[in-house]
């Protein structure tokens, strides 16, 4: 879409977007987090507004400013995650889940601080699986014809690992970026291909994180029915 001429090809829709990054908390003052920033979502939140959306955003730790015009709820860890995402896809068109969610949350949560002891070796630390929520929503769509758009970070054989995420998730689109030096993680711009359950294969140049997010907008809006 070209700046300016913005169409309301969302009126009418309901979309959920995540963004940021969970923490999952060890004691009172520590965590394991990553450091996604929220930006690629919350340009999602913004620019689904801009075509005419209702858009509820679901914001893990980003310090960002509520993107006008969006439903704003907010979530810590990935199980508080899950629930707020699970909630809002229930009457949604389309759920894209562009926070980064840990993988692991550890095992036991200490209600104390944990403290070091002299001469003692540090404790292993203990984790356990957190619930897949983009797999768990592919799976069991809220309504007929939902969309499910996921997000991977990739090295290596980018594209290779991209299809096999897609086709384990069960998601229609996946957004793969190629991790790297000055790509993604907290900068203004990125650069992806967004791979289609359908076999397409869609290349983004390095712009934007707005100019991403129109061109995923402009794939889900050709496959909403
Ligand atoms: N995701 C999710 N729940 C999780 C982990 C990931 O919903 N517990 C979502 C992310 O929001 C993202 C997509 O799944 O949209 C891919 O995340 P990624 O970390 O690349 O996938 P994983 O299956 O965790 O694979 P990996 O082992 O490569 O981290
Ligand atoms: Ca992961």
Known sequence: LARGTTVADLAGRHVVVSAGGTREPLDPVRFLGNRSSGKQGYALARTAVARGARVTLVAANTGLPDPAGADVVTAGTAEQLREQVVKAAADAD?????????????AAYAAGKIKKKDGEEPPPLALVRNPDILAEISAHRARPGQLVVGFAAE????LANGRAKLARKGCDLLVVNEVGERKAFGTEENEAVVLGADGSETPVPYGPKEALADRIWDLVAARLV
């Not at 389309?94 to 550890?106: E, I, L, N, Q, Y």
């Not at 090295?155 to 980018?158: A, E, L, N, P, R």
């Open 94 to 106: 389309v759920v894209v889940m562009a926070a980064a969610v840990a993988d692991f949350r550890p």
């Open 155 to 158: 090295t290596d054989d980018v």
